[in-house]
């Protein structure tokens, strides 16, 4: 059974930076594309980032190029989202999910691709 399981969320004042983590276990004979999405208070579910599964390609959503940087440990299946220059409209719970497409180079920005789902983690920044 694979599991996702994202930390490194908190409180953090604007301008400031957080780090989130999301590790996948349950596969170690597969490495999984892995995506960042995100979810504020009364609007829908958007993309974030999303890394290859060899790590060699990555994409962002418009909002946050420039800021954060996803990057990935593949002897772990572990994957990180550097999340610098943090904006109140940042404010969301960020959720973490694995997908095995068949180019270890690519990854997707829809989220329906995506096979496996961490529980999320509440990123809070105050202006």
């Known amino acids: 059974q694979v599991q996702v399981v994202e930390s490194g969320g908190g409180l953090v004042q604007a301008g400031g930076s957080l780090r989130l983590s999301c590790a996948v276990s349950?596969?170690?004979?597969?490495?999984?594309?892995m995506g960042w999405f995100r979810q504020a208070p009364g609007k829908e579910r958007e993309f974030v980032a999303a890394?290859?599964?060899?790590?060699?390609?990555?994409y962002y959503t418009a909002s946050v190029k420039g800021r954060f940087t996803v990057s990935r440990e593949n002897t772990r299946n572990t994957a990180y989202l550097q999340m610098n220059s943090l904006k109140s409209e940042d404010t969301a719970v960020y959720y973490c999910?694995?997908?095995?497409?068949?180019?270890?180079?690519?990854?997707?920005?829809?989220?329906?691709?995506?096979?496996?789902w961490g529980q999320g983690t509440q990123v809070t920044v105050s202006s």
């Open positions: 999910a694995a997908d095995r497409p068949s180019l270890p180079g690519t990854a997707t920005s829809k989220a329906e691709n995506y096979d496996y």
């Open positions: 890394i290859s599964r060899n790590g060699g390609s990555t």
């Open positions: 349950g596969r170690s004979d597969t490495t999984y594309a």
